[in-house]
């Protein structure tokens, strides 16, 4: 029942994390002031607070630091041991899994997954084609979307069956007012079905339908007849 909140500061970038209990009281040994910039936070099933800042953060078009850290804090606003750890440059924030373990992208490409105890978990990293910010789907397999395919991985560091997908183009569609940092245009159905839009880099474009498996689901994809 506990509710946390980000605090920043108007003046002098100052951020902090507060949590409420259920009579809007604050919680002993919070808030809690992090230190760095663009900094973020997210709360595991436990009540275990994952939070994560970059020191010498600049922000232009993107995010560039010379260190991200990542640590974890208790009920109490106190950093766990094994806690904080670093990944040099601009990382990505982590997604959480339910067991309180995290995983995110270095700069540099490699997916990275720590335990509570914030060591390596076995099986890790697993080096990506470019940085990509993971998600969790709704079973606990981590997936990415790169330029030209979909990687899938366990918590092993390990391709899950059927995947990777790679595409006969690309994911990533034509930029607004800023065409060198184009995204990919996704969607995720019913049983966990996800949908693509695969760019030529002409004129022709496919929406792709793969079930969990990378398989295509049977009647697509569909050929966009124009545009």
Known sequence: ????????????????????????????????????????????????????????????IVLDASRTVFTMLDAK??????????????????????DGSIYYVSAGGKVWGHDRTGEIIHGWPYALPMP???????????????????????????DAPGWPYRTGGTL???????????????????HGVMYLAVWDGTSAANILALDPQGRSVRGWPYHVPVG
């Open 132 to 158: 990509i910010a993971p998600s969790l789907r709704d079973d606990g397999l981590l997936i990415f979307l790169a330029d030209s395919g979909v990687f899938v991985l366990d918590r092993q560091g390990r």
């Open 172 to 190: 990533m569609a034509p930029g607004c007012d800023t065409p060198g940092w184009p995204y990919p245009m996704s969607a995720v159905g019913s």
């Open 77 to 98: 606003g106190r950093t766990l041991p094994g806690w904080p750890r670093g990944s040099a440059g601009a990382a990505s924030g982590p997604v959480v899994w339910r």
């Open 1 to 60: 029942g506990t509710v946390y909140v980000s605090v920043t500061t108007s003046q002098g970038g100052g951020y902090a994390i507060q949590a409420l209990a259920s009579d809007g009281s604050s919680r002993s040994g919070w808030p809690v002031v992090l230190a760095g910039g663009a900094q973020g936070f997210d709360v595991a099933l436990d009540g275990t607070v994952v939070a994560w800042w970059y020191e010498h953060a600049t922000m232009e």
